[in-house]
């Protein structure tokens, strides 16, 4: 299993950025994927999930109305679109996916929301 972010950058607030995370190494259209983000100082806390089939989203309260998971089987891609960004959503963010019971991580991609 192998997950690679990308897509994170510094962006002022109220901008946008759209994280990008590219699977390999398992039957990418059979899993959810979710997202999950590590302030500086804070535990790591999830983000937002979507399932095999895009058919249903879940998402952070802290997030919810501004961020938007998608996911492209063809592609074996997973993105989380960050609109209205705040200081607050400054973190490294991570990809996740449960294979085998076990959780896996990409390596992250910052994402700093600064003037």
């Known amino acids: 299993v192998q997950l690679v972010e990308s897509g994170g950058d510094l962006v002022q607030p109220g901008g946008y950025l759209r994280l990008s995370c590219a699977a390999s190494?398992?039957?990418?259209?059979?899993?959810?994927m979710s997202w999950y983000r590590r302030a500086p100082g804070k535990e790591r806390e999830w983000v937002a999930t979507?399932?095999?089939?895009?058919?249903?989203?879940n998402y952070a309260d802290s997030v919810k109305g501004r961020f938007t998971i998608s996911r492209d089987n063809a592609e074996n891609t997973v993105y989380l679109q960050m609109n209205s960004l705040k200081p607050e959503d400054t973190a490294v963010y991570y990809c996740?996916?449960?294979?085998?019971?076990?959780?896996?991580w990409g390596q992250g991609t910052q994402v700093t929301v600064s003037p």
């Open positions: 996740n996916i449960f294979y085998s019971g076990l959780p896996y």
């Open positions: 190494g398992f039957t990418f259209s059979r899993y959810l």
């Open positions: 979507i399932s095999a089939t895009s058919g249903t989203t």
